[in-house]
């Protein structure tokens, strides 16, 4: 099996195990007549959380680079260690596998969900546009890209640490810490954007979320969705390029 192939199939594995499980925990607590409805923002951010760890742990058991997130391929790329290690001819792979991954998951938990979307989508139309991108609870570009960047910046700077550490406990515990990060972004500044720090894990539910044969659904808000897709890339690229210079 060509290693191509591998890094593909990987992060397309894990992706689709981080948006099946993080957007699914939203549709459970937020959708009409789930067994998980009202379980409140908590249960969202450990959702989030878990999917996460679970979709890290699988993609590196199985030797994959474990990204899932272009915000930090990109500061993965400016590293240079990765793929010079292992190939930049390895660098679509693993963004094709993250897009691949996340439509192949959103379109599950779309389907496993219907029944309720439909339940959901007259009285509470936001609802079912937050089960596939995130909202702002208030619109202000500034904060609300400042707020995004902030969150990616954490997460890509936990990952870049754990990168460097020559301890095997550490690297073997790596997606657990990982999780605990989303996890604690979320409960820590994830009130106020709904904290995507994942370009691919909003922008793409967002195209799916357009197609959805709904009358009554909103618009996708497209005018935001730029700051969901940029402001993580920035977050990393400022920490990537401030670890790389220190």
Known sequence: MSIFFIQLSTELLGTAILVLLGNGVVANTLLKKTKGNNQGFLAITAGWGFATFLGVLVASLLNGAAQLNPAVTIAV???QTWFIEHGWFLLPAILIGQILGAIIAQLIVDTIYW???K????DNPDFVLAIHSTIPTYQNKFLNFF???IGAALLVLVILVLSEQDSKTIHN???LFVGFTVFAIGLGIGGPTGYAINPV???IPRIIYTFLPLKEKNKAQWNYSWIPVLAPITGGIIVSLIFWAL
């Open 147 to 149: 707020t995004e960047m």
């Open 115 to 117: 029944k309720h979307i």
């Open 173 to 175: 515990l790596a997606p």
């Open 119 to 122: 339940d959901t989508v007259t």
């Open 77 to 79: 790329i400016i590293q």
């Open 201 to 203: 894990r909003d922008l």
